[in-house]
């Protein structure tokens, strides 16, 4: 399988899952401002969506939205733990977190990397987003990790989203919790690791 990404984007996501489960892959990176991967290929004419990330199958299939990438490479290794059975009610809370993320948070704060915004739009963007994570903080209550004690795909996608706040100045100091959450799974093996070979750190 071969993962397109671009560094620190929600491609990171399915990136850490790969590693979790321990799946055999490999890394293209995208620029996603010139569409052009790092082998000098038009990206539009492997995702015409653009975006990150897509997941190419060794049949040459190819897979796109974090939220089913990252489902789907959980299934590949359900002994894993990253996803809930299939059927279970478990694995319908999983779609249900995986769905606030992608609407919620993931499009909420897409707005902050528009260098064009106006204080207004941003101030608005900001309320919305504290809203959010007000929300999170109490889903959380004392659980570890999204679903409880297991660490899912999930965590991945929240870990990833909850990354941009620094890039785009969203202060999430007063949120405890998420800060907590924040650097607990940051110090995840598979996470460093993922995170290390995006050069996002050292």
């Not at 089913?68 to 996803?83: H, M």
């Not at 992608?102 to 608005?124: Q, R, V």
């Not at 919790?177 to 690791?193: K, N």
């Amino acid at each position: 399988m071969k993962l397109y990404y671009s560094p620190g984007a929600c491609s990171l996501s399915p990136h850490i899952v790969l590693l979790e489960a321990g799946l055999p892959h490999t890394l293209e990176k995208v620029d996603l401002k010139t569409k052009k991967t790092e082998k000098g290929t038009d990206y539009l004419t492997i995702n015409s969506k653009g975006s990150v990330p897509a997941l190419q199958l060794d049949d040459g299939r190819l897979l796109t939205e974090g939220p089913a990438v990252v489902q789907y490479l959980a299934d590949l290794k359900p002994e894993s733990g990253l996803a809930p059975p299939q059927g279970s009610f478990e694995r319908y809370r999983l779609m249900e977190i995986l769905n606030y993320i992608t609407a919620e948070l993931h499009k909420g704060y897409g707005p902050l990397f528009n260098p064009g915004i106006s204080a207004d739009w941003k101030a608005a963007v900001l309320a919305n987003l504290d809203k959010k994570f007000q929300w999170l903080t109490d889903y959380f209550g004392n659980k570890p990790y999204l679903l409880g004690d297991v660490f899912t795909v999930a965590d991945a996608y929240l870990f990833t989203v909850l990354r941009w706040s620094s890039r785009v100045g969203v202060d999430l100091a007063k949120y405890h919790v998420l800060t907590g959450y924040l650097a607990r799974v940051g110090q995840r093996p598979e996470v460093q690791a993922a995170l290390k070979a995006e050069g996002l750190i050292q």
